[in-house]
């Protein structure tokens, strides 16, 4: 009797289940086709009759290729509705429906990849675009729409794989191991979590390298700064003190150098491995030595308060000590750098003051040409010995 009840329950759970999935793909379908019938098409439409909102190009960009996405999920939903809606019973199975439609998932990294992009281009849009702002007002307010804008609609494809992951674990859960459908949803589910996975991993990636284009163009540079391995860890605004005229710099700490800019221009730049994190007798405060690329070798900068102060020696001193545990060749290099430079604080203490004005003339002398050498458009990498 028990083991009956225990049957019986999960065979419910498992109708329930089957039916959710069923359920939220015909109102995601549904969705996605009223954003098409809505707003991309009417689009287009005046795109062809020369009278455009926005022109192709936008287009692209805010929708990306979310008609794709349709024609994927209108197949799945049609095997959905063949084999819950029509056709369901305790042995049932759609594990094998999954599997089919797991390399046409692969469509929604392009879409994952260009999201953050394309909500910016929207709103950059509508702010802009008088014409476009009414077009979009105006489509919210369509009956199809049941009052979801269009902003909530576009996130819906981010959100449907993760979807998929925790349905196919329900129903795996209530699914008996002896159920002729249990092998194949727990494949469906590994594949549509490696797909999932898959998607997190190349949208982070894209947004750190669309990070580091952003910074390119923010700061007018041109040294290659896009590699591979390299993204942004950490953005400060901190106040530079102990100058004439104390003003606010920008810390753009990436995970192999550190760029410094003020009031939106690029400053200057050092490979993480030749900077040195100072305490200072001040609460708030602290130092950078920058004995190879700064101008005044150094940079004294104030937080707000002594807690963000530790926070930001920390994070920066964190980042140096993961560069050189990755690439151990540059604890040499920062070993002999320290050196080297303490013999030369060593020497400018014995200087006389008027001494170390002409030294301190001369450094900046040289760090001028060694910024404008670097700076020159025809290099495309940045390289510190």
């Keep these: 009797l028990l083991t009956f009840y225990f049957t019986n329950t999960m065979s419910s759970h498992r109708d329930c289940i089957a039916k959710e999935i069923l359920s939220t793909e015909s109102f995601y379908v549904e969705s996605l086709r009223t954003v098409i019938e809505v707003f991309i098409e009417p689009l287009r439409l005046l795109i062809k009759k020369h009278k455009p909102i926005i022109n192709d190009e936008l287009l692209t960009m805010i929708f990306a290729n979310i008609e794709l996405i349709v024609n994927v999920n209108e197949e799945l939903l049609a095997e959905l509705e063949d084999k819950i809606g029509n056709d369901w019973s305790e042995d049932q199975c759609i594990g094998e429906t999954f599997i089919k439609m797991v390399p046409f998932l692969k469509s929604y990294s392009q879409y994952c990849n260009s999201f953050d992009v394309a909500n910016q281009t929207l709103q950059e849009t509508i702010n802009n675009n008088s014409k476009f702002k009414r077009f979009v007002k105006k489509g919210n307010k369509n009956q199809k729409c049941k009052n979801i804008d269009l902003e909530s609609f576009l996130i819906m494809p981010v959100q449907r794989v993760p979807r998929y ?204 040409k060694r910024k404008l050498v670097r700076d020159d458009s025809k290099f495309n990498t940045i390289r510190f010995d």
């Design 165 to 368: 992951v925790l349905l196919l674990k329900d129903l795996v859960k209530y699914t008996d191991p002896s159920h002729p459908d249990y092998n194949n949803l727990q494949e469906a589910l590994t594949s549509v979590q490696k797909v999932a996975t898959a998607i997190n991993v190349s949208v982070s990636i894209f947004q750190k390298k669309a990070r580091l284009i952003s910074i390119e163009q923010e700061l007018n540079l041109h040294i290659g700064l896009i590699q591979p391995s390299r993204e942004v860890l950490y953005e400060v605004n901190l106040m530079r003190i102990n100058v004439r005229k104390p003003h606010v710099i920008k810390l753009y700490v990436l995970n192999d150098m550190l760029i410094i800019a003020t009031d939106g221009k690029y400053v200057d730049r050092c490979s993480l491995h030749f900077v040195w994190v100072i305490d200072v007798d001040d609460d708030c405060a602290f130092e950078l030595k920058l004995p190879f690329c700064f101008k005044d070798n150094s940079v004294t900068v104030a937080a707000q308060n002594e807690e963000e102060k530790a926070t930001w020696m920390n994070n920066i001193n964190e980042a140096i000590e993961d560069l050189i545990s990755k690439q151990p060749k540059l604890l040499v290099k920062r070993g002999k750098a320290e050196q080297k430079f303490k013999q030369k604080e060593e020497t400018i203490a014995q200087m006389s003051p008027q001494e170390r004005r002409k030294q301190l003339r001369e450094e900046r002398k040289q760090a001028k």
